[in-house]
């Protein structure tokens, strides 16, 4: 995120159409009640959608819009070749392209999907993340900006999934975790429809805890797991929890399961609040849902 995301001059341009259906009074995690900096008077569910659609048009060139009219849209590819090197090399200019081309982004189209904090026990930098879920006509062209995305592609989720299990791409835990519920649906248009319902019933911050099992494997739990920790500590130590138990064990001495099992697979029967979808293990195998 950046400062502009969440500058008040972005008020008069989003007031074209009404936010408060961006704002449920369901349950908020906590990755969206931070406050932005002190002046900046842009609610942070705005900023944080106006982030997403900044770095997605800095990262593939794709920017969704509304006109003046409400109608929505993207920006055109003539256009967007000239803005995009503007905005990556300074974020504010998408407010000069939103003045200029009498264009905001689409703030709207963007569906609260999930939020997830970096276990503590992941070395490194930390993000506490939200994701959207939103849709694009057809195809549009995009291509890598070459600093944060190398190369870009439209994939099915079971076709990257494949991949993972084969060992040809590795992908980080909330990908596999996401992709494997994106496998609920059949087609994108039942995704969208879903999306936009669920969004309404608010969203719970996801915390895996990883653990290490005493034959070496390792397993990431989440809350509803038989083994995820009644108080987990969100900044506490760095080293995974150690359990006595062998992956066997840990799958035949558990009834309630939420976790991914040695990052290739994610498995869960329990009902998840706010209507959330579980995942589908890859490759497919029955799931016995409470």
């Known amino acids: ?45 705005l900023g944080f959608r106006l982030a997403a659609l900044r770095e997605t048009f800095e990262e593939t060139g794709v920017l969704l819009t509304r006109s003046v009219a409400g109608v929505p849209g993207l920006l055109p590819a003539a256009l967007a070749a000239e803005w995009r090197p503007r905005v990556h090399q300074q974020p ?4 000069h392209l939103a ?11 963007l569906h609260e999907w999930s939020a997830w904090l970096t276990p503590t026990a992941i070395g490194g930098h ?12 057809g195809r549009p062209d995009c291509s890598g900006d070459q600093t ?9 989720p079971a076709d990257v999934l494949e991949e993972q299990v084969a060992g040809r791409t590795l992908l980080m835990p909330p990908q596999l975790y996401e992709l ?22 608010g969203l719970r911050r996801l915390f895996p805890v990883v653990a290490r099992l005493r034959d070496g494997a390792r397993l990431g739990l989440l809350e509803g797991d038989d083994l ?4 987990p500590d969100t900044e506490g130590s760095r080293s995974p929890l150690e359990l006595p138990l062998t992956l066997e064990e840990a799958e035949s001495d ?28 890859f490759p497919a195998r029955e799931v016995d849902m409470l």
């Open 92 to 95: 504010d200019q998408l407010l």
């Open 254 to 281: 558990t009834r309630y399961w939420h976790r991914s099992v040695n990052g290739q697979r994610a498995h869960c029967n329990i009902q998840l609040p706010g209507r959330q979808v579980a995942p589908v293990p």
């Open 148 to 156: 944060e995305t190398a190369h870009v592609e439209w994939r099915r």
């Open 180 to 201: 494997s519920r994106l496998q609920r649906f059949a087609g994108w248009s039942a995704l969208e429809r879903f999306s936009q319902e669920r969004a309404r019933c």
């Open 126 to 137: 930390r993000h506490d993340a939200a994701f959207f879920v939103a849709s694009v006509p």
């Open 228 to 231: 995820y920790p009644s108080s």
């Open 1 to 45: 995120m950046e400062d502009c995301d969440f500058s008040p001059a972005w008020r008069p341009l989003l007031s074209i159409l009404p936010v408060s259906p961006l704002l449920p009074d369901s349950e908020r995690p906590a990755t969206f009640l931070e406050r932005p900096p002190a002046g900046h008077e842009l609610p942070p569910e």
């Open 99 to 109: 003045r200029q081309l009498q264009l905001v982004p689409d703030v709207w189209s």
